[in-house]
């Protein structure tokens, strides 16, 4: 099993920028793939990135690529999300997951909200 607790949302005014962090428990943190997902409302979960085990392969939403970036460090059991140049359309609850041992993304974290003002 693996637990996620996410921090760091909060308000911030468009063009700003944020970092989120997503501190993980459980199984070997380097042992899984991490990825960040967000849902605003009346909309379904939508993918933002992720980043494999070792760190070294990183994908992203075309829609966040070139503004987000995401990393990890696997001595404190962490994954991050820094968000740049933010838009009011990147409102929305930001959740970390961790891969499953079965593969697919098994275990969410509460979420974290982002509001980004116009």
């Not at 920028?17 to 990825?35: I, N, P, Q």
């Not at 990890?72 to 891969?99: F, G, H, I, W």
Request: overall charge positive; glycine content about 14%; aromatic content about 12%.
């Amino acid at each position: 099993q693996v637990q996620l607790v996410e921090s760091g949302g909060g308000l911030v005014q468009a063009g700003g920028s944020l970092r989120l962090s997503c501190a993980a428990s459980g199984r070997v943190f380097g042992t899984y793939d991490m990825g960040w997902f967000r849902q605003a409302p009346g909309k379904e979960r939508e993918f933002v990135a992720a980043i494999a085990r070792s760190g070294t392969n990183r994908y992203y939403a075309d829609s966040v690529k070139g503004r987000f970036t995401i990393s990890r460090d696997n001595a404190k059991n962490t994954v991050y999300l820094q968000m740049n140049s933010l838009k009011p359309e990147d409102t929305a609850v930001y959740y970390c997951a961790a891969e499953g041992v079965g593969g697919g993304y098994e275990h969410w974290g509460q979420g974290t909200q982002v509001t980004v003002s116009s």
